[in-house]
């Protein structure tokens, strides 16, 4: 059973507390499950590589459109294009503007929407 963690009034007195006081015997590790490990976004998914971040326009919907200044990830060893986070909401943003059902029918075939 986890002890109970005092109420604080400042930071300082939090810290202080938290430099004297072992963390394990006031968080259960069930809470600590909560937590989940993402993969870094700029890792290639193929070969595990550091991507290059770069900034591109992306034609959409067979050209009449172009997403400009989208962020992107590249690898160099895979030849692997995919978009970034901010480059995933963007397009879904479009997306939904263009009451289009999928994402994958916007983008070009070789960039991954991942
Ligand atoms: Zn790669």
Not at 10 to 33: N, R
Not at 46 to 61: A, Y
Not at 97 to 103: A, C, D, R, S, T
Request: charged fraction near 35%; aromatic fraction near 8%; glycine fraction near 4%.
């Amino acid at each position: 059973m986890a002890k109970e963690i005092p109420e604080f009034e400042t930071d300082e007195e939090t810290a202080k507390f938290w430099d004297e006081h072992d963390s394990s015997e006031y968080i259960e590790d069930a809470e600590w499950g909560q937590f989940e490990w993402l993969p870094a976004e700029d890792r290639c998914e193929s070969c595990g590589g550091k991507m290059e971040s770069k900034v591109v326009d992306i034609p959409l919907w067979k050209k009449y459109l172009t997403l400009s200044q989208v962020k992107v990830y590249h690898c160099p060893m895979c030849d692997i294009t995919k978009l970034s986070e901010e480059g995933r909401r963007e397009v879904i943003r479009i997306e939904k503007i263009l009451q289009k059902k999928n994402i994958r029918e916007l983008l070009p075939q070789k960039v991954i929407a991942a």
